[in-house]
């Protein structure tokens, strides 16, 4: 079995843990966690205020050990990646959740030194990493002997790359536009305040509204999800816009946008090629046309569905589409996939 270590035990880090619970592809042998209180680790991943409480699972605390019924897990303290002592452990692929740009940069470190095999990043960084990776788009793109710190990107990058790529093609995008609508996130302020973030100090940025109550308004933003995809696809840049909402919901995401076609074709047509697509991708696009809101798409491990309730096509040119995606577990599931992918 594929041996793993987290680096960075946040939300995405216990998301990929409570999968591999439900899942057990792999045995993680240890967690890097700059908070030292390890309690309070087993705490937050035994109660979970969006996917509830782990009621089939003992979790306790052993000195410098995570329990988890039968299996203890090491716990590590270190702010660098690098000062981990993943080779005791044979780690195969450390998962690099922390979010930290440093720890891209020492990931290389461990890879070159033949400390771990892979490190994969769960964000988008500009530079550090040898291939930003999805299944399904650019996975023929991977060399084993060339690429070792790899980024599964991020959440909305995931969920609208593959669609655009599909439709880009078989169709020709000309231009599009998107719009995500995206959960609050831990750095923002639940009461009106200034733009230092409290939980993260790094963020900070110029526009006002973005220091405002996440509970009560929909604040818009600017997205990296272009320039992520840009690290796939390149080009893409130059086809299409977007920008965000932060809504005041705890989970799952949205993308609504519009494509303008190349070549005509029917909503029959587009519906034909999603439907190959899935088949060909397990997990990466579902096309779904049941009659629901945001909170029934939680913990569902697809990268996106597209709502076939909205997928229209106008004058056979202009292609409108909306796309739901759980940004914490839905993404968790896309890189817990890669680790797979790159190992076999």
């Known amino acids: 079995m594929i041996k793993v270590g987290i680096n960075g035990f946040g939300r995405i880090g216990r998301a990929l843990f409570r999968i591999n619970i439900l899942h057990e592809e792999y045995e993680i042998v240890a967690i890097n966690e700059i908070d030292p209180d390890i309690d309070n680790m087993a705490y937050l991943l035994k109660y979970d205020s969006t996917y509830g409480k782990l009621f089939n699972n003992k979790i306790s605390r052993e000195g410098d050990y995570l329990v988890v019924d039968d299996k203890k897990i090491r716990v590590y ?6 000062d981990v002592a993943w080779k005791m452990h044979n780690v195969d692929v450390v998962i690099d959740s922390s979010g930290v740009f440093e720890n891209v940069i020492d990931a290389k470190y461990l890879t070159d030194q033949k400390i771990v095999n892979k490190v994969v990043v769960t964000h988008s960084p500009k530079s550090g990493v040898d291939l930003t990776l999805m299944i399904g788009v650019n996975d023929k793109s991977y060399n084993k002997e060339n690429h070792h710190v790899i980024s599964s990107s991020i959440c909305d990058a995931n969920a609208v790359t593959p669609f655009f790529h599909l439709i880009n093609t078989k169709f020709g ?3 599009g536009e998107v719009t995500t609508l995206h959960p609050w996130l831990s750095y923002q302020n639940v009461l009106d305040g200034n733009l230092r973030s409290v939980s993260s100090p790094g963020h900070f940025w110029n526009d006002y509204a973005l220091g405002r109550n996440s509970t009560v308004s929909l604040i818009p933003k600017d997205t990296s999800l272009v320039s992520a995809m840009q690290m796939v696809i390149p080009g893409v840049e130059s086809i299409i816009d977007a920008m965000s909402f932060r809504t005041p919901t705890a989970i799952v995401s949205a993308a609504d946008g519009t494509f303008y076609l190349k070549a005509k074709t029917s909503i029959e047509e587009v519906i034909e ?3 190959a697509y899935e088949k060909q991708y397990p997990g990466v696009l579902l096309l779904d046309s049941k009659s629901l809101v945001s909170i029934d798409y939680m913990a569902n491990e697809n990268a996106a569905i597209l709502d076939g309730r909205w997928l229209k096509v106008l004058n056979g040119k202009m292609l409108k ?16 996939n890669i ?3 790159i190992i076999k």
């Open 77 to 82: 303290h270190e702010k660098s990646i690098k």
């Open 173 to 175: 995008i000309e231009v």
């Open 273 to 275: 090629c999603v439907e």
């Open 321 to 336: 589409f909306v796309l739901w995606y759980d940004n914490e577990w839905g993404y968790a599931k896309r890189t817990y």
């Open 339 to 341: 680790i797979k992918f």
